[in-house]
């Protein structure tokens, strides 16, 4: 069973900056889609950003030139830095993978447990 990691959330101040970080346990297939989902309190979950293996890249227009997602495919891990920070981002926030056979057909699909960001004064 694959396991996901996150860490790096925390409270900050309007206009700061945090990193997160998603670790994944090894899988026989690629991860062909890693990414950073939301949820706030009283609203549904939200995509902020996608990374594929390939390096294709989909932002959330709310985040998009703030947020910035990178991966490590070599370490399947996957990160997030996120700039300017707004109290509207204030949620937990939860990473994503899909790991997928060669020709892309997704085979599982797994959730962190989440992180707790903050951004408040």
């Known amino acids: 069973q694959v396991q996901l990691v996150e860490s790096g959330g925390g409270l900050v101040q309007p206009g700061g900056s945090l990193m997160l970080s998603c670790a994944a346990s090894k899988s026989r297939f690629t991860f062909y889609v890693m990414g950073w989902y939301r949820q706030a309190p009283g609203k549904q979950r939200e995509l902020v950003a996608t990374?594929?293996?390939?390096?294709?890249?989909n932002y959330a227009d709310s985040v998009k030139g703030r947020f910035t997602i990178s991966r490590d495919n070599t370490k399947n891990t996957a990160f997030l830095q996120m700039n300017s920070l707004k109290p509207d981002d204030t949620a937990v926030y939860y990473c994503?993978?899909?790991?997928?056979?060669?020709?892309?057909?997704?085979?599982?699909?797994?959730w962190g447990q989440g992180t707790q960001v903050t951004v408040s004064s």
């Open positions: 990374m594929t293996s390939r390096g294709s890249t």
């Open positions: 994503n993978a899909k790991e997928a056979d060669i020709a892309t057909t997704i085979l599982g699909d797994y």
